[in-house]
């Protein structure tokens, strides 16, 4: 017998099977996915590999093919069906098959168990009363000590024996070997996810929600495994028809994951899956320790989880039989991988679900692009929910100019109209958000009287500005002097926007002494419960003010929080960037959200220099369709996705005389092999960054109005770059449809 195993080293020419001989040894021990130690390379150096696969035939001289050394005793096996996702996501995204092993394989190691131990006694009581007065006569006080506690409760912890009757080791020996006790022990999974199970409330659902989980409901008692976008506004119970379909795909014996955008929404999200689920509900995130990590690997392994709840990667959880996949807040940009190879959740998620026979369902209140595009063009199916879930109306928003602001001599942040209406929210013991859209704040310049954003004349996206005073687009490398003043009304008040979290907290601290105000950033939550304690503190209503970044409007529930107040609108609107119209909508439309959840009608303020924009106004009207409607016809304008598919060449080397060489050569390569009428290339040109630590990058922009071209021109440009050794000095990674330019 032989295996096929690839070798853990991240290297492109060494990214292929190789064949080892199965040790008679080790028969029936290997499995798909487990980790091996084995001699490699002319040295025969022991490096690990893993088991991709076996035959009973070698393509090789059989005399030449070197043998398994051993299995790895601090490896984690992984599911076959694991290793071929990692296959289909390095031929889909770039990279090497080890890189793409990595990413699926949650936990590299294993972890020292937890263990409980228990002594037992195994005599009735009786024979137990016997056996002490036997001790005492023969004045053996310890054995007479432990047998007396044990009469009175039969088990007990192995601490409390040694620690509080003081018992030795010997002594329990003793007992075991006269069969008067059993010392037991048991592995104890280390579970991140506190709380008390809660009896879950009688719901009622709305038209609407009941809809959605029928629909499902029926396509799954088919067998018709689909992928659904619930589409519903903001406070319509989206959560709640989750764990409805969730239970229903549970009680035929399967399992589901919940993928969240971001940690700071576990606690929440957890807490309303725990009364429903109990403690067969767990997590997976970063900020947990390895062994509470592997842990909840194991319980999900052994069939001990029902739920697994956590961000992109609890995506890869090995659960033995999973039937349904929910992604919520399907539109945020964390769900794309910033790390080779650069997958997105969504289209990883649907190849998983494809692959066991599961369903997957996408739920926003604004859904991205992409995902309302395939489901318009019949892709997905969707279910839309138009009215909160206990028919609370929308927040009343009204959008202040801060231009006039600033021309009636009020140079705050903080609007007066906001202001007054926080003076109001106090009086009554309401709760205030403050919303500070840092995303995309850096670098664009803007006039602060008519608010002008100066942009690119090719590409439509704003200039940057560079510390050499240049304003440059990240896009097709157009560059022109900075203004120093504005091209359309000739005001002075040009520049960039520098308030940040910090700032504004004090100023709300200076202008409203009397209210208790919490800051939610990252740096408050840099502590491995940081996001739990503020939102908790929060919701407990130990404050009055929350400031905070986008962190803070998504997903949240606060029921006594009546106002928000959006500051700086439109700092994500001008960013350099394709999507920035939509993440401006989606962040402003989840903001607005957080208001009026509660028995109070809600209000929310948005302070822009751009009142005028279609993402402003329609956020505000909290009106998707519209948007969709304007913004789809802009794609579609400029070739941008979903309308057609972009691939991101990302070069990046030491000498930048040979990156600008090799960008060259790429570029001539794919224009001989496509030509220009299937595709449109655009650069090479500087990304954000165009030099880091001494490292030079730039960046080619390849479009097409498939995907599958665009995975064919990665395909050829590996191989390419594979047999050019010039290639050797520079670092080249794939990006599909990237969330950035």
């Known amino acids: 017998m032989f295996a096929n195993i690839i070798v853990d080293i991240t290297h492109e020419k060494l990214d292929k099977i190789f064949q080892y001989k199965v040790p008679s040894r080790m028969e029936g021990e290997l499995s798909i996915g487990m980790e091996v130690w084995i001699p490699f390379g002319k040295g025969n150096r022991i490096t690990k590999g893993y088991v991709t696969g076996f035959s009973e035939h070698s393509d090789y001289d059989v005399s030449k ?14 599911e076959a069906k694991l290793i071929v996702l990692a296959a289909w996501m390095k031929e889909q995204y770039g990279g090497t098959m080890i890189q793409a092993l990595k990413t699926v394989l949650p936990i590299k190691q294993k972890e020292n168990a937890k263990v409980k131990r228990q002594v037992r006694l195994l ?11 036997f001790y005492l006569e023969k004045n053996q006080r310890a054995r007479a000590r432990l047998l007396a506690a044990l009469l009175d409760h039969p088990v007990l912890d192995y601490e409390l024996v040694t620690k509080k009757l003081s018992i030795t080791m010997s002594v329990i020996r003793a007992l075991e070997e006269q069969k008067v006790i059993a010392l037991e022990s048991e592995q104890i999974y280390r579970n991140p996810v506190k709380g008390k199970t809660q009896q879950r ?4 659902f709305t038209p609407e929600q009941k809809h959605a989980i029928d629909t499902f409901r029926q396509d799954y008692e088919r067998q018709f495994y689909k992928t659904y976008l619930l589409y519903g506004v903001t406070g319509s119970g989206k959560t709640e028809v989750y764990m409805e379909m969730i239970q229903l795909v549970v009680s035929q014996g399967r399992q589901a994951i919940v993928l969240i955008p971001e940690i700071a929404l576990t ?8 009364s429903c689920f109990g403690d067969r509900v767990s997590i997976m995130n970063s900020r947990m320790s390895a062994g509470e990590r592997y842990d909840q690997m194991l319980r999900a392994k052994d069939g001990k989880v029902d739920v697994m709840i956590g961000p992109r990667s609890a995506l890869f959880t090995p659960l033995p039989n999973l039937g349904l996949i929910v992604i919520d807040e399907e539109h945020e940009n964390t769900y794309k991988s910033e790390q080779v190879p650069r997958y997105h959740a969504r289209e990883t998620a649907i190849q998983r679900a494809s692959m066991e ?4 369902v996408l739920g926003s209140a604004t859904p991205s692009m992409e995902a309302m595009y395939r489901a318009r063009q019949g892709n997905y199916t969707l279910l839309e929910m138009k009215n909160r879930s206990g028919m609370q109306k929308l927040a009343k928003v009204s959008i202040v100019d801060m231009r006039e602001e600033l021309k009636s001599g009020n140079r705050s942040i903080l609007s007066r109209k906001l202001q007054e209406m926080m003076e109001e929210r106090l009086k009554r013991k309401e709760q205030i958000l403050l919303f500070l859209n840092r ?31 240049r304003l440059v687009c990240h896009y097709c490398g157009y560059e022109e002097p900075k203004a120093s003043a504005c091209p359309v009304c000739g005001s002075r008040h040009v520049g960039e926007f520098k308030a940040g979290t910090q700032q504004i907290e004090e100023m709300v601290k200076r202008r409203f002494p009397q209210a208790r105000t919490l800051r939610m950033d990252m740096d408050t939550t840099r502590g491995k419960d940081g996001h739990e304690k503020i939102l908790s503190a929060f919701a407990d209503k130990e404050a009055d003010i929350l400031v905070g970044t986008q962190m803070i409007v998504k997903g949240h529930d606060f029921s006594d929080v009546t106002l928000v107040g959006i500051l700086a609108a439109d700092m994500s609107l001008y960013a350099d960037d394709y999507r920035a119209g939509e993440r401006t909508f989606q962040l402003l439309t989840q903001a607005v959200g957080r208001s009026g959840r509660g028995d109070i009608e809600g209000e929310a303020v948005i302070q822009t220099y751009s009142p005028e924009h279609y993402a402003v106004e329609t956020a505000a009207a909290q009106d998707y369709e519209t948007f969709y409607a304007e913004e789809i016809q802009y794609r579609k304008w400029m070739g941008y996705p979903p309308a057609e598919n972009l691939l991101a060449v990302l070069a990046s080397g030491k000498e930048e005389a040979i990156l600008e060489i090799g960008c060259k050569y790429l570029k001539e390569f794919v224009t001989r092999f496509w030509g220009a009428g299937e595709i449109q290339i655009i650069g090479p ?3 954000g960054i165009g030099k880091i630590n001494d490292v030079y990058r730039r960046v080619l922009y390849i479009k097409a109005k498939r995907y599958d071209t665009l995975v064919g021109i990665k395909n050829r440009l590996e191989q390419y770059i594979e047999v050019n050794s010039g290639f050797a000095k520079m670092r080249i990674q794939f990006d599909f449809n990237p969330m950035y330019l």
């Open 123 to 133: 005599l009735d009581k009786e024979a137990g009363e016997q056996r002490l007065a």
């Open 685 to 687: 040109a500087s990304p």
């Open 65 to 78: 093919i070197k043998e398994i050394q051993e299995i790895s005793k601090d490896g984690v096996a992984i």
């Open 439 to 469: 995303r995309g704040y850096a670098g664009f310049l803007s006039c602060r009287e008519c608010g002008h954003v100066i942009k690119c004349p090719h590409c439509d996206v704003s200039l940057s500005l560079h510390r050499n005073g």
């Open 201 to 204: 409330k009688e719901i009622t």
């Open 267 to 274: 606690y929440q999200t957890v807490m309303r899956f725990y």
């Open 357 to 360: 026979q599961a369903s997957v």
